[in-house]
């Protein structure tokens, strides 16, 4: 019943599997939370790193990699010296400000909810 | 600028910290695949192993226990005999519902992207 509710029709479920696509993708710990650092106006692999609280370079570095073969982020190299790097988000990345935002807004309902006890 | 468009205002630059929140608690490879699997109907530990493809027994049995402890499953123990242990999703589990679309247009919009190349 809830689920009738919920998921609408029998097409919606299907298209659930949608989520799986989206998941591999974006899923894990890292990825949105750097697009989010990105978002935020940090270029730099420190500053990044920084807002990305509890990622080591290691794996930013390999996060920065995955997202730039998946088309988010633009590695940027100015060739002055010293040599500048600079990560920007591409355009493709605004494709997922519905998601970002369903996100944010359920973090703000499980906030809440902890806040007042189960 | 692209900022600008996708965030609104500096009050929804703040609320995207909710989303870490959000990502603590349903983000990692298989949290919402479970929670989409018992959607599904299933509700047996075999059935939601056979639903959510390459899940170990031993990572379902973990995320299960994690998913009961955020609230969003319960363990329902049938004493008969032999005992069946059943899986249920709670109505908390509801409010994922925004992400889960939000997810799977998402997925749509990236399979269609891959399909028609870069």
Known sequence: MNDEIVLGTQECVRSLSYVGDA???IGGKWKLRVII???????RFNEIQRAVEG?????????LKELELNGFVRRVV???SPVVV????????????????ALSDWGQIHRDKIRKGW
Chains 1, 2 share one sequence.
Request: glycine content about 2%; overall charge negative; proline content about 0%.
């Open 23 to 25: 998941l591999y993708v």
């Open 55 to 63: 990622i080591s370079a290691r794996v930013l570095s390999n996060e």
């Open 37 to 43: 650092a990105l978002r935020e106006g940090n270029t």
């Open 86 to 101: 600079e990560y920007q988000v591409t355009t493709y990345a605004d494709t997922l400000k519905d998601v970002l935002h």
């Open 78 to 80: 100015h060739t002055q």
